[in-house]
C-alpha cells in the first residue's frame, strides 16, 4: 500500500525525470547543499570571529587575511556572510515545517468537514489579504524580536496557502470511490483523513514547501533589513545589509556580497520547486505531450 | 451583473471583519500591557494614562472593539500616538509619493511583461524564451532590496545618470520626479515583470493549442493577428488574476523600495509608525492596504466578462 502510495507521487522512472528538468536544478541542489554545508559548518570556514569588532580594520578592501573586506567595525565580512547563512537556512527549514504541518492539518478538516469550511476559509481570505510584511513587522515588533517570534511572525501569512492547496485537494479525492467505499465500510473519519486523502496532498505540497520556504528566507532577509528582524547582533543577511545601508555609496560590497548570497539560496530553493513541480505535477506532463 | 455584483462586495465584508479583528487583537492578546508595549521601558505613569486614554484600553474588550469599528465605519481611523495628528491625515499626506511609484511600476510592468511572455510562449523552446524564463526565475529570487541596490549602484554611483535616492513631487518638478522614480519602480517591477511574463507565457500556451487558433492560423491570418486578436485575448483572464494577487507583493515592495530609495510615501510611514511603535497608525495601515487588495482583486475579477465574453455573471 505505502509502495503504491509513493509510485502515485512520484510516476516517473529516475531517467525521465532528468531528461525532463535538465541541468539547472542540479545546479542548483548542488549550490543549496554547499550553503547548507557552510552553515552547518560555520566556525569551520569561517577564518575570523564574524563579531569581533577590530577598529583599526575598518571599511578594509578585500585581502588575503579578509577575503571580502571588513565592515564599519573592521568585522571580516566574509565570516559574517558565512554565518548568516545559518539563520535565513534555519528560519527557512523552520517556517517550512511549521506551516506545512499546521496548514495540513487546518486543510484536511477544512477540505472534509462542510461546517468547518465555510468559517476556516473566511479567515484564511482574511489573512491572505493581509500583506504578508507587513504583519510579520507588526508582530515581531509588538512580541519582540528573537528567532521564535521572527518565525512564527512568517509562519502566520503562509499557512493561508498551504491550507488552501490542502483544501482543493481533498475536495477533488474526496469525491473518490475509495474514499466512498472506506466510509461506507466505517472506516472511522481520522483513518480515512489520515490514511486517504493525506497521502493525495505530498506531491503538491512537496512543490509548495520549496516555495513557503524561499518566500520565508525572503521575509526574514527583509524583516533583519528593515530592524524588524532577530537581534542586530546575530549576523544574518538582511542585518549585515541593513548596517552597511549608512556606507552603501562608501562601499557598496558591504551590501552587495551578503546580497548575492541571499539571491543565490532562494534561487536555488526556487529552481529546485520548478523542477520538482515539472516532475510531480500531471498537468505539466500533459501540456507538454 | 448587479446581483453578481452585490455578492462579491458581500462577501468582502466577512474578509475584511476577519482582518479588523486580527489587527485589533494582534496588540490586546500580546502578552503584557498594551500601553507598557506601546510606550517602551522608560515611559511614564502619565504617558502610560494617555495612550490607555486615546486607545480607551481601560474599558471592556468587546466595549473597545465595537466602539473602534464605530469610528472606523464613519471613516475615524484613530488619532497618532506620536504626533496626535488624526491617521487619515498621516495618510493623506504621504499616499501620493506610493500612488505614482506603483501606477508607473504596474504599467511599466504590463507594457514590459506581456510582450515577453507572448514571444516566449510564441517561440516556445527557443533561445528567446529560455531568456525569459530566466529572467522570470531571477526576478522572482533575487531580493527587492538588493536589486534596487544594485540598480543604485550602476546608474546612479558608477554611471552618474540619475540620482541615488529621494522624492519630488510631479507637481513641483517633473523632471526631478521622473528622474527619481526610474529606478524605484524598476525595482518594483522586476518581481512583477517575471510574475506576469511567466503567466502570459503559460496561458498562452494553453490557448494556442486550442482548435481555433488552428482555425485562424488556416484560414492565412497573419501570426501577428493570429497571438494578439485570437489567441492573447483568451489567455487574458489569468494574467488578470495574476496582476491581483502579485498586488500583495507589490504592497510588500512598497514597504522595501520606500526605505531603499528614501521615499517619504505610505511604506516609509509603516516602518516608522512600527518603530515608534505607533499602534494607530499601524491599524490603520494594514486595514487600508488589506482593503486596497480586496478592491483590487474584486475589480479584477469584475473585468472578467469584459476580456472573456463567455464569462457572465
Same mark, same amino acid.
Given at each position: 500500500?505505502?509502495?503504491?502510495?509513493?509510485?502515485?507521487?512520484?510516476?516517473?522512472?529516475?531517467r525521465?525525470?532528468?531528461?525532463?528538468?535538465? /541541468?539547472?536544478?542540479?545546479?542548483a #541542489?548542488?549550490?543549496?547543499?554547499?550553503?547548507i554545508? /557552510?552553515?552547518?559548518?560555520?566556525?569551520?570556514?569561517?577564518?575570523h570571529d564574524?563579531?569581533?569588532?577590530?577598529? /583599526?580594520?575598518?571599511?578594509?578592501?578585500?585581502?588575503s587575511?579578509?577575503?571580502?573586506?571588513?565592515d564599519?567595525?573592521?568585522r571580516?565580512?566574509?565570516?559574517?556572510?558565512?554565518?548568516?547563512?545559518?539563520?535565513?537556512?534555519?528560519?527557512?527549514?523552520?517556517?517550512? /515545517?511549521?506551516?506545512?504541518v499546521?496548514?495540513?492539518? &487546518?486543510?484536511?478538516?477544512?477540505?472534509?468537514?462542510?461546517?468547518?469550511?465555510?468559517?476556516? *476559509?473566511?479567515?484564511m481570505d482574511?489573512?491572505?489579504? *493581509?500583506?504578508?510584511?507587513?504583519? #510579520?513587522? #507588526?508582530?515581531?515588533?509588538?512580541?519582540?524580536?528573537?528567532?521564535w517570534?521572527?518565525?512564527?511572525?512568517?509562519?502566520?501569512?503562509?499557512?493561508?496557502? &498551504?491550507?488552501?492547496?490542502?483544501?482543493?485537494?481533498?475536495?477533488t479525492?474526496?469525491?473518490?470511490?475509495?474514499?466512498e467505499?472506506?466510509i461506507?465500510?466505517?472506516?472511522?473519519?481520522?483513518?480515512?483523513?489520515?490514511?486517504h486523502?493525506?497521502?493525495?496532498t505530498?506531491?503538491?505540497?512537496?512543490?509548495q514547501?520549496?516555495?513557503?520556504?524561499?518566500?520565508?528566507?525572503?521575509?526574514?532577509?527583509?524583516?533583519?533589513?528593515?530592524?524588524?528582524?532577530?537581534?542586530?547582533?546575530?549576523?544574518?543577511w538582511g542585518?549585515? *545589509?541593513a548596517?552597511?545601508?549608512?556606507?552603501?555609496?562608501?562601499?557598496?560590497?558591504?551590501i552587495?556580497?551578503?546580497?548575492?548570497?541571499?539571491?543565490?539560496?532562494?534561487?536555488?530553493?526556487?529552481?529546485?520547486?520548478? #523542477?520538482?513541480?515539472?516532475?510531480?505535477?500531471p498537468?505539466?506532463?500533459?501540456?507538454?505531450? | 451583473?448587479?446581483?453578481?455584483?452585490?455578492r462579491?462586495?458581500l462577501?468582502?465584508i466577512?474578509?475584511?471583519?476577519?482582518?479588523?479583528?486580527?489587527?485589533?487583537?494582534? @496588540?490586546?492578546?500580546?502578552?503584557?500591557d498594551p500601553?507598557?508595549?506601546?510606550?517602551?521601558?522608560?515611559?511614564?505613569?502619565?504617558?502610560l494614562?494617555?495612550?490607555?486614554? $486615546?486607545?480607551?484600553?481601560n474599558?471592556?474588550?468587546?466595549?473597545?472593539?465595537?466602539?473602534?469599528?464605530?469610528?472606523?465605519?464613519?471613516?475615524?481611523?484613530?488619532?497618532?500616538?506620536?504626533?496626535?495628528?488624526?491617521?487619515?491625515?498621516?495618510?493623506?499626506?504621504?499616499?501620493?509619493?506610493?500612488?505614482?511609484?506603483?501606477?508607473?511600476?504596474?504599467?511599466?510592468?504590463?507594457?514590459?511583461?506581456?510582450?515577453m511572455?507572448?514571444?516566449?510562449?510564441?517561440?516556445? !523552446?527557443?533561445?528567446?524564451?529560455h531568456?525569459?524564463?530566466?529572467?522570470?526565475? @531571477? !526576478?522572482?529570487?533575487i531580493?527587492?532590496?538588493?536589486?534596487?541596490?544594485?540598480?543604485?549602484?550602476?546608474?546612479?554611483?558608477? @554611471?552618474?545618470?540619475l540620482?541615488?535616492?529621494?522624492?519630488?513631487?510631479?507637481?513641483?518638478d517633473?523632471? !526631478?520626479?521622473?528622474?527619481?522614480?526610474?529606478?524605484?519602480?524598476?525595482?518594483?517591477?522586476?518581481?512583477?515583470?517575471? @510574475?506576469?511574463?511567466?503567466?502570459?507565457?503559460?496561458?498562452?500556451?494553453?490557448?494556442?493549442? +486550442?482548435?481555433?487558433v488552428?482555425?485562424?492560423?488556416?484560414?492565412g491570418?497573419?501570426?501577428?493577428?493570429?497571438l494578439?486578436?485570437h489567441?492573447?485575448?483568451?489567455?487574458?483572464?489569468?494574467?488578470?488574476t495574476?496582476?491581483g494577487? !502579485?498586488?500583495?507583493?507589490?504592497?510588500?515592495?512598497?514597504?522595501?523600495? +520606500?526605505?531603499?530609495?528614501?521615499?517619504?510615501?505610505l511604506?516609509r510611514?509603516t516602518?516608522?509608525?512600527i518603530?515608534?511603535?505607533?499602534?494607530p497608525v499601524?491599524?490603520?495601515?494594514?486595514l487600508? $492596504?488589506s482593503?486596497i487588495?480586496?478592491?483590487?482583486?474584486?475589480l479584477i475579477?469584475l473585468?472578467?466578462?469584459?476580456?472573456?465574453?463567455?464569462?457572465?455573471?
Open positions: 500500500m505505502a509502495e503504491k502510495t509513493l509510485r502515485g507521487a512520484f510516476p516517473l522512472s529516475t525521465k525525470i532528468s531528461a525532463r528538468i535538465g /541541468i539547472a536544478p542540479i545546479i #541542489a548542488v549550490v543549496l547543499l554547499i550553503i554545508l /557552510i552553515a552547518i559548518f560555520a566556525p569551520l570556514v569561517a577564518p564574524p563579531l569581533l569588532q577590530n577598529p /583599526i580594520e575598518r571599511l578594509k578592501p578585500p585581502s587575511d579578509h577575503l571580502l573586506g571588513t564599519n567595525y573592521g571580516d565580512l566574509f565570516s559574517r556572510v558565512v554565518y548568516g547563512a545559518r539563520v535565513s537556512l534555519v528560519i527557512g527549514i523552520g517556517v517550512t /515545517i511549521l506551516s506545512v499546521i496548514g495540513l492539518a &487546518v486543510g484536511l478538516v477544512s477540505g472534509f468537514f462542510r461546517t468547518a469550511d465555510a468559517v476556516i *476559509m473566511r479567515i482574511g489573512l491572505m489579504a *493581509m500583506p504578508s510584511v507587513l504583519l #510579520a513587522i #507588526a508582530i515581531v515588533s509588538l512580541v519582540g524580536a528573537s528567532i517570534t521572527v518565525m512564527a511572525a512568517i509562519t502566520i501569512p503562509e499557512i493561508p496557502r &498551504v491550507v488552501r492547496l490542502v483544501r482543493s485537494v481533498v475536495l479525492a474526496r469525491e473518490e470511490p475509495y474514499v467505499a472506506a461506507a465500510l466505517g472506516t472511522s473519519m481520522p483513518r480515512v483523513l489520515w490514511r486523502l493525506m497521502p493525495n505530498f506531491a503538491p505540497l512537496t512543490v514547501a520549496t516555495y513557503v520556504c524561499a518566500s520565508a528566507i525572503l521575509t526574514e532577509a527583509i524583516l533583519s533589513f528593515l530592524g524588524a528582524g532577530v537581534s542586530t547582533e546575530t549576523p544574518t542585518n549585515i *545589509m548596517e552597511a545601508r549608512v556606507f552603501f555609496q562608501l562601499k557598496p560590497s558591504l552587495l556580497w551578503p546580497g548575492l548570497a541571499l539571491s543565490l539560496c532562494i534561487l536555488s530553493i526556487n529552481l529546485l520547486g520548478d #523542477a520538482a513541480r515539472d516532475v510531480l505535477d498537468r505539466m506532463g500533459k501540456r507538454e505531450d | 451583473m448587479p446581483i453578481y455584483l452585490a462579491r462586495v462577501a468582502a466577512p474578509v475584511m471583519l476577519v482582518v479588523a479583528v486580527f489587527v485589533f487583537l494582534l @496588540l490586546r492578546l500580546t502578552p503584557g500601553a507598557a508595549i506601546l510606550a517602551g521601558d522608560m515611559a511614564t505613569p502619565e504617558q494614562e494617555r495612550i490607555r486614554a $486615546t486607545l480607551g484600553l474599558d471592556p474588550i468587546l466595549v473597545q472593539f465595537v466602539r473602534w469599528i464605530g469610528a472606523l465605519l464613519q471613516g475615524d481611523f484613530g488619532t497618532s500616538l506620536i504626533s496626535s495628528t488624526p491617521v487619515i491625515d498621516l495618510v493623506a499626506d504621504r499616499m501620493w509619493p506610493t500612488i505614482w511609484i506603483a501606477l508607473i511600476t504596474i504599467t511599466l510592468s504590463v507594457i514590459v511583461a506581456v510582450p511572455g507572448v514571444v516566449a510562449a510564441w517561440k516556445q !523552446g527557443s533561445w528567446v524564451d531568456l525569459v524564463m530566466t529572467f522570470s526565475v @531571477l !526576478g522572482f529570487s531580493p527587492v532590496f538588493v536589486i534596487g541596490y544594485l540598480l543604485i549602484k550602476v546608474f546612479a554611483i558608477d @554611471l552618474r545618470w540620482p541615488v535616492q529621494g522624492y519630488k513631487a510631479p507637481s513641483q517633473l523632471a !526631478g520626479f521622473a528622474s527619481r522614480a526610474v529606478l524605484p519602480a524598476l525595482t518594483l517591477a522586476s518581481i512583477y515583470i517575471a @510574475l506576469i511574463a511567466r503567466m502570459t507565457r503559460a496561458s498562452l500556451l494553453d490557448v494556442l493549442n +486550442e482548435d481555433y488552428r482555425t485562424a492560423r488556416a484560414k491570418l497573419t501570426e501577428t493577428r493570429v494578439f486578436r489567441a492573447l485575448r483568451n489567455a487574458a483572464v489569468p494574467v488578470m495574476v496582476i494577487t !502579485g498586488f500583495a507583493l507589490l504592497i510588500s515592495g512598497v514597504v522595501v523600495t +520606500e526605505s531603499v530609495y528614501n521615499i517619504p510615501g511604506g510611514l516602518v516608522d509608525s518603530f515608534a511603535r505607533d499602534y499601524i491599524q490603520a495601515l494594514i487600508l $492596504t482593503g487588495y480586496v478592491l483590487v482583486n474584486l475579477d473585468s472578467y466578462s469584459l476580456l472573456d465574453p463567455r464569462i457572465r455573471y
